[in-house]
């Protein structure tokens, strides 16, 4: 089946870091653009962060610049969310999307983060 | 960074009629380079990650049924559904893929009246 697999998520304080993962099976992801779009409760869908197919590119949304980093391992079909220096504005579920070049063609379930005292 | 409007908020359409969403961008989404229209659309039903469903503007994702169809250019851009069906209950959500910040419209929500 061809699915995306996020984990990694859970409960933070603001300041606090987290590393989210990502795995593909079904099909190769080393071909595609990857992407992190969140979601905060009760709000609509908010990309965060996009890396090119080999690596050599990754561009954010401005409020994560300098906090968070997106990078992959193309080897282990893995896509990954370095986040550090934590806000309670962070809060939100993170989907893992397989890009259909800058589209999202294939959405992950998403793993929550809380960030909270 | 691109804003992207949709209306309305939400709307309620009886099974078997159309349902119509808006969606307006502050900045032209048509590429010189190609001449496509860099405009999706996305449906997210409870409990499950979202689905790409048009993209291009017009073009049918695979799998998408034909009931669904996305028109427009430039700015302007509607997805219809033309006879809603039960299984299309959902928030549909609008999204440029022109310029980095990628943005999302605020979604509007169908359901069953």
């Known amino acids: 089946e061809v699915q995306l697999v996020e984990s990694g998520g859970g409960l933070v304080q603001p300041g606090g870091s987290l590393r989210l993962s990502c795995v593909a099976s079904?099909?190769?992801?080393?071909?595609?653009?990857m992407n992190w779009v969140r979601q905060a409760p009760g709000q609509g869908l908010e990309w965060v962060a996009i890396i090119k197919e080999d690596g050599s590119e990754k561009i954010y949304m401005d409020s994560v610049k300098g906090r968070f980093i997106i990078s992959r391992d193309n080897a282990k079909n893995s896509l990954y969310l370095q986040m550090t220096n934590l806000r309670v504005e962070d809060s939100a579920v993170y989907h893992c999307v397989r890009g259909l070049g800058w589209y999202f063609g294939l959405w992950g379930r998403g793993t929550l983060v809380t960030v909270s005292s | 960074d691109i804003v992207m409007t949709q209306s309305p908020d939400s709307l309620a359409v009886s099974l078997g009629e159309r349902a119509t969403i808006n969606c307006k961008s502050s900045q032209s989404l048509l590429s010189s380079s190609d001449n496509k229209n860099y405009l999706a659309w996305h449906q997210h039903k409870p409990g499950q990650p979202p689905k790409l469903l048009i993209y291009w503007a017009s073009t049918r994702y695979s799998g998408v049924p034909d009931r669904f169809t996305g028109s427009g250019s430039g700015t302007d851009f509607t997805l219809t559904i033309s006879s809603l069906q039960a299984e299309d209950v959902a928030v549909y959500y609008c999204?440029?893929?022109?310029?980095?910040?990628?943005?999302f419209g605020g979604g509007t929500k169908v359901e069953i009246k």
């Open positions: 079904g099909f190769s992801l080393a071909n595609s653009w």
């Open positions: 999204q440029q893929s022109h310029t980095a910040p990628l943005t």
